[in-house]
């Protein structure tokens, strides 16, 4: 059977394979993260074109039926560049989540969280905007949110406090929704939610691209037969820290992630 593939720079988007897993156990799926050259956000435009461009070869190598690219950096500034060139549907992080943030707003204020890269390339406010040109956007860098999810620190005072001061301008401007736009910050959505109170709208990318690829194999008759899928772990380098990582991610043990030269 042919798997899924997913692609990030680094653990990240282990988020989208624990999603991927919930809404379809029966898929498998090759996941690889280039763990050597991480992090994207760092690098030109031309540079993250070059390294999602090998990825997708790398998986594609793997016989896979679709690609996610789960990684915001790359959804932003390679996806709309690539996507046409390869014949698998490619998926990205971006998209599937402005749609459900758009539908879900009552009062046309959307809070969108990331990195410095995703807020500086403009790029959920850009298409955002595309989709519904009165909805106004607000949008906030969490650079802390990384290193704690990686650290382990996902609660306690430091967290909860951080978390407050990065999301109180969010709330001042009284978005009812807030989209994750990082996929590390699920796993800090509990903290997220307590600082943005119950009423806001957090929209999970990694559970909405999870949504966008069931329905897209669905409708390219390639769902995988009912049975236990198969999962496989691949990176760039130092398999030993991802696979340390991995669990904050899955919820699960992994020990089979393997170390390849793919470029």
Sequence with gaps: MQPIGVFDSGVGGLTVVKELVEQMPHEDIVYFGDTARVPYGIKSKETVIKFSIENILYLLSHDVKLICVACNTDSSLALPVIRHHFKVPIVGVLTPAVREAVYATQNKRIGVIGTHGT????????????????????????????????EGWTSGKVVEEVARTYLQPLRDNRVDTLILGCTHYPVLKDVIRRAMGPRVVLIDSAKQVAIEVKKILASESLIGKPRRGRHRFFVSDNPQWFTGLASRFLGRRIDDARRVGHV
Aim: aromatic share 12%; net charge neutral; with cysteine.
């Design 119 to 150: 807020i500086k390339s403009r790029a959920y406010e850009n298409e955002i905007k595309q989709l519904d040109p009165s909805v106004k956007v607000f949008a906030q860098a969490c650079p802390l949110f990384v290193p704690f999810v990686e």
